[in-house]
């Protein structure tokens, strides 16, 4: 199993990026999917999630009202729409599949995408 994240770079304060994240390996259309990020001198902490079905979503505060998740079950693919960014965004965004313990932890993990927002 493999979740493959892109998307990520460089973009200035207030700018817009979006991540994906394509599995393969099997398929998640019955588990929630979602995006942790860690950065820097950080513990890793949990940034949005959605339900198998698309109709559920979960935010971290620091995030709700910027980020939108969504997922293509067709497509076994998640997306981080990310508007309006900050230069505390500033980490690596992990894919993650079959999230699990109150938004703690997940099953499957992609490697990592860098997202740097400069001010």
């Known amino acids: 199993v493999q979740l493959v994240e892109s998307g990520g770079g460089l973009v200035q304060a207030g700018g817009s990026l979006r991540l994906s994240c394509a599995a393969s390996?099997?398929?998640?259309?019955?588990?929630?999917m979602g995006w942790f990020r860690q950065a820097p001198g950080k513990e890793r902490e949990f940034v949005a999630a959605i339900t198998w079905s698309g109709n559920g979503f979960h935010y971290a505060d620091s995030v709700r009202g910027r980020f939108t998740v969504s997922r293509d079950n067709a497509k076994n693919t998640v997306y981080l729409q990310m508007n309006s960014l900050k230069p505390e965004d500033t980490a690596v965004y992990y894919c993650a599949a079959k999230i699990k313990n109150f938004y703690t932890d997940a099953d499957y993990w992609g490697k990592g995408a860098l997202v740097t927002v400069s001010s």
């Open positions: 390996g099997r398929t998640f259309s019955s588990d929630a």
